[in-house]
């Protein structure tokens, strides 16, 4: 194998973009892998791990550009760095002459201001060295915030809260990936249908599941707002949640309010349960796995899941019975769990998750421990329940493979699945899995045609099982909706041919692997 880089300095590209490239062409013909990062301590240490020789790697600093390609011969690895380059915007000859020339877009916010002074919303996406002095100029100079860069320290977190709470500002983030503000997606977001129904998550995949369950109920987002997710820790104390109630209370055009995210911590849940106990509009609550009798006690709305949010807030929204709306949810799902253990062999029995979106692999979690017992998982419910080892399966296993120990210089598997495909053929091998669970998640910013990806993964994964005489059954649901890029219809139709069982909802997926899983073992 040949290895070929090229280092800018002083380049900077946010990390989606650098994602998306480092995807691209890792696909090109004869491309082994490829990488296009800032020199950040974590990444470079991805591209010592991958092997990839970058000579003067230690003297790089995080504000300059790596990209690494290794190829299977001199002239593919040489011709995807230009590919690379063009798609950066050209070469570093072309990009100096383009600064000379004057820049084509602005440069500092005064710059972005004078070309938009009624702008009021910045949105923020440079390393995490330099993101907190950039969001605190934006509040400064009276802007709202989304951080989407991660790597901020909790106490710059808490001190750009506290800052934009004095000026009345709202900072969403860091670690922001999605919100909807009148009728704008940012980050990873959904196209869903404008309404009245606001949100309020310190989740993201969260966000986008009710929000598209919302869309798909025929009702609409007013505003959806990210918080990030140490905003409900106990440090931050739930500063941007708060606030963002607060917005949505006062809001003419939010008729209901759904507040999303893991369980808080339980001082900040307190304050946050206390300002929906004085909230003049219907809340729904879904902390996963967190106290619902506490929610009620406020007059929240509580919800076990994130569909059963999105059912309640419609029927609220509709002057219906919440409560009525999630009894009448209910599906039976043993048929579809019959059939597919029917064609199993003796000897499958366990279930292994492989989730791109850290909130639907939580949910999935909470959900499969009820029917099958500890999931095992990188980012476990328990202690005990965490793999020695990220990288392999034991038992019932659930991975989020969004997590930073698999995304540190590689594209997070919402923008290229390439990663998800490995471990689905090394779990298809496994003679004792019987089920594999999947999300595949729509939207901006992600993969423009994951279902046609994942399925090509689950036909292989099919055929080697059954070239051993076993029957692997694939369950997942697609966040998304008919609006996305994707097309939410034509991904499911791809992934139904590849002889995947879909459902409607993460809850309903699991609850079928679930299902699947225990039913399975029943019979060995």
Not at 71 to 83: D, G, K, T, Y
Not at 239 to 266: H, S
């Amino acid at each position: 194998m040949i290895v070929r880089h090229v280092v800018l300095r002083n380049t900077y590209f946010d990390s989606v973009t650098l994602m998306k490239i480092s995807s691209a062409v890792s696909r090109l013909p004869g491309v082994r892998q490829a990488v296009a990062v800032m020199a950040t301590e974590p990444n470079k240490e991805t591209v010592r791990r991958a092997g990839l020789a970058v000579k003067g790697l230690d003297g790089l600093s995080a504000t300059d550009l790596v990209i690494a390609v290794e190829a299977e011969e001199e002239p593919v690895a040489v011709s995807a760095l230009r590919r690379a380059e063009e798609m950066l915007g050209g070469d570093a000859g072309q990009r100096q002459a383009a600064a000379a020339r004057g820049p084509s877009v602005p440069r500092s916010l005064d710059s972005a201001r004078a070309i938009l002074p009624d702008s009021n919303l910045v949105l923020i996406s440079v390393p995490g060295l330099y993101a907190a002095a950039e969001a605190a100029k934006a509040l400064r100079r009276g802007f709202h915030v989304m951080l989407f860069s991660d790597n901020v320290s909790i106490e710059d977190e808490l001190r750009l809260k506290l800052l934009a709470r004095e000026k009345g500002l709202l900072l969403m983030g860091p670690d922001c990936g999605t919100a909807i503000i009148n009728g704008v997606p940012l980050g990873f977001a959904n196209a869903v249908r404008r309404g009245t129904i606001g949100i309020v998550g310190a989740a993201g995949t969260g966000i986008q599941q009710v929000s598209v369950l919302i869309d798909r109920l025929e009702a609409g987002i007013s505003q959806a707002v990210g918080t990030g997710g140490r905003d409900v820790s106990a440090r931050v104390g739930g500063i941007a949640m708060l606030q963002g109630l607060a917005a949505l209370e006062a809001d003419e055009g939010t008729r209901v309010i759904v507040l999303v995210a893991k369980p808080p911590a339980p001082e900040t849940a307190e304050a946050v349960l206390a300002a929906v106990a004085n909230c003049e509009k219907p809340v729904v609550v879904v902390f996963l796995g967190g106290n619902r009798e506490a929610i009620q006690r406020a007059g929240g709305y509580a919800a076990d899941t994130l569909e059963e949010a999105a059912v309640m807030a419609v029927a609220l929204d509709r002057g219906e019975s919440a409560f009525e709306a999630v009894r009448d949810a209910g599906v039976e799902l043993t048929p579809v769990a019959r059939q597919e253990v029917d064609r199993m062999a003796p000897g499958q029995k366990f279930l292994r998750g492989l989730y791109s979106g850290g909130t639907l692999c939580d949910e999935a979690m909470l959900l499969l421990r009820e029917r099958v017992g500890p999931v095992y998982s990188n980012t476990p419910l328990e202690p005990g329940w965490r793999l020695r080892d990220s990288w392999v399966s034991t038992g019932d296993t659930v991975v989020d493979l969004g997590d930073d120990e698999f995304t540190r210089g590689r594209p997070h598997p919402m923008i290229d699945p390439a990663l998800r495909l490995q471990r689905l053929e090394r779990e298809a091998s496994d003679p004792e899995v019987a089920v594999v669970l999947l999300d595949v998640v729509l939207g901006y910013g992600a993969h423009p045609d994951p279902g046609s990806v994942l399925a090509e993964g689950v036909v292989r994964a099919k055929e080697l099982a059954a070239s051993q005489g076993r029957y692997l059954s694939v369950v997942a649901s697609v966040c998304g909706t008919r609006g996305d890029p994707q097309d939410l219809d034509r991904q499911e139709a791809v992934l139904r041919a590849a002889g995947v069982v879909l459902q409607p909802s993460n809850a309903r997926a699991a609850r079928l692997a679930g299902l699947i899983a225990s039913m399975a073992r029943a019979r060995s």
